[in-house]
Structures are given as structure tokens and as C-alpha cells.
């Protein structure tokens, strides 16, 4: 997963044809931690995405601006627009996060 890091990478990454999956999180969230311990097959799995991260506390204007109150929250992009949104009381399993996925192809 690559690293998001300033707000032109992101409006540039989610402006694409390509669907975008931005994992929104924060370096002191035990449950960011818990994620990345079972994001890899599912990244794999999910590979029509591509899949970034974006830390929350460094682009506080960004989560404002698409509603993300809590963390992890996965957000899916195509053409600037947010198609999907799971936020973080309904990411906390991998089965949770598949079901999600699932849902968006």
C-alpha cells in the first residue's frame, strides 16, 4: 500500500478512471494496527483497486472533506467522486472489510 502525503497526490490519485481505495488512519490507532496485521491477502484479493494510505492527522483537511470520523475508514474513489464508504465501526474483521469489498464490484 502506498503512502498519501500531501492533497495534490490524493485529487490527483482519485481523479482517475482507475477505482482508488484510500485506507484512512493514524500512527496512535490500535485498530490501524490490528487492520494492517490482515489487509495483505485482501489487498491481493482485491486487486482491482488501487489500494493507498492516507494518515489522518497529517491531511485533517481531506477526512474532514469526505465525512471520516473515525479510523480506519476505507474510502473507494473513481473520477473525484467517493463511491463507497466504511467507516471504522465496520472494519474492525477481515470478513467485515471483504463483505465491503465485495459489495463494490
Given at each position: 500500500?502506498k503512502?498519501?502525503t500531501?492533497?495534490e497526490q490524493?485529487?490527483g490519485?482519485i481523479?482517475?478512471?482507475?477505482?482508488?481505495l484510500?485506507?484512512?488512519?493514524?500512527?496512535?490507532?490500535?485498530?490501524?494496527t490490528?487492520?494492517?496485521?490482515f489487509?495483505?491477502?485482501?489487498?491481493?484479493?482485491?486487486?482491482?483497486?488501487?489500494?493507498?494510505?492516507l494518515n489522518?492527522?497529517?491531511?485533517?483537511?481531506?477526512?474532514?472533506?469526505?465525512d471520516?470520523?473515525?479510523?480506519?475508514?476505507?474510502?473507494?474513489f473513481?473520477n473525484?467522486?467517493?463511491?463507497?464508504?466504511?467507516?471504522?465501526a465496520?472494519?474492525?474483521?477481515p470478513?467485515?472489510?471483504?463483505?465491503?469489498?465485495?459489495?463494490?464490484?
Amino acid at each position: 500500500m502506498k503512502t498519501i502525503t500531501t492533497a495534490e497526490q490524493f485529487n490527483g490519485l482519485i481523479s482517475g478512471e482507475q477505482k482508488v481505495l484510500v485506507k484512512f488512519y493514524a500512527g496512535w490507532c490500535p485498530d490501524c494496527t490490528r487492520m494492517n496485521m490482515f489487509i495483505d491477502p485482501i489487498i491481493e484479493e482485491y486487486n482491482q483497486f488501487d489500494w493507498y494510505e492516507l494518515n489522518r492527522d497529517e491531511l485533517p483537511e481531506i477526512a474532514d472533506k469526505y465525512d471520516v470520523m473515525g479510523i480506519p475508514s476505507l474510502l473507494i474513489f473513481q473520477n473525484g467522486e467517493k463511491l463507497a464508504h466504511l467507516h471504522s465501526a465496520n472494519a474492525k474483521t477481515p470478513q467485515q472489510v471483504t463483505e465491503f469489498l465485495a459489495a463494490q464490484q
